[in-house]
C-alpha cells in the first residue's frame, strides 16, 4: 500500500512539473543586484524590439524591451511594435502618466533564462508562454475591470 502511495506522488510531481514548463514568468529584480531601471532601458531603446500594451485597447499601459543582441526572442499579437524615438518616448510618457507606479521586470523562461524586461504595473498578471526554446509568448495584459 505505501509503494502504490509513493507512485501516486511521483505521478502527481511529474503532472505538476509537466504542466507548468510550458510558462515563463514575470518576475521582480532581485534588489541585491544593481536593477534596471526605466531610465537605462529608455536611453538604449533602440538596442531593443520594443512594444507597448494596453489593457483598454486605447491608451499604452506597458512597454516590453527585448534585447536585439541575443538568440532569444519575445513574440505576441496583442503587444504592438515601437518602431522610433519620437512613438516611443509618446508612449514611456503615457505610460508614465497613466501608471505613477509602474516598475521594471524581468520576463523568465521556465529555466529561469531572462529574455527581456516588462515596464508595467506590477500588480497585475501578463501570462508568458514557451513557444520554443527561444521564444516566449507574451499575452494581452488583463482588461480592466468595468465600473458600471
Known amino acids: 500500500m505505501n509503494h502504490l502511495k509513493n507512485i501516486y506522488i511521483i505521478i502527481f510531481i511529474l503532472a505538476l512539473v509537466g504542466c507548468t514548463s510550458q510558462y515563463g514568468k514575470i518576475s521582480p529584480q532581485d534588489p541585491i543586484v544593481a536593477p534596471v531601471t526605466i531610465q537605462v532601458l529608455a536611453a538604449d531603446w533602440d ?7 494596453s489593457r483598454d485597447g486605447v491608451r499604452a499601459e506597458g512597454l516590453i524591451f527585448d534585447p536585439k543582441d541575443n538568440t532569444t526572442r519575445i513574440t505576441s499579437d496583442t503587444w504592438i511594435p515601437i518602431e522610433d524615438k519620437a512613438s516611443f518616448d509618446k508612449v514611456l510618457n503615457q505610460v508614465h502618466v497613466i501608471v505613477p507606479n509602474a516598475r521594471v521586470a524581468r520576463i523568465l523562461a521556465p529555466d529561469n533564462r531572462e529574455f527581456g524586461f516588462i515596464f508595467y504595473r506590477t500588480t497585475l498578471h501578463v501570462p508568458v508562454r514557451l513557444v520554443d526554446a527561444d521564444t516566449l509568448y507574451v499575452m494581452r495584459m488583463p482588461m480592466p475591470v468595468s465600473t458600471r
Open 47 to 53: 538596442r531593443f524590439y520594443v512594444y507597448s500594451g
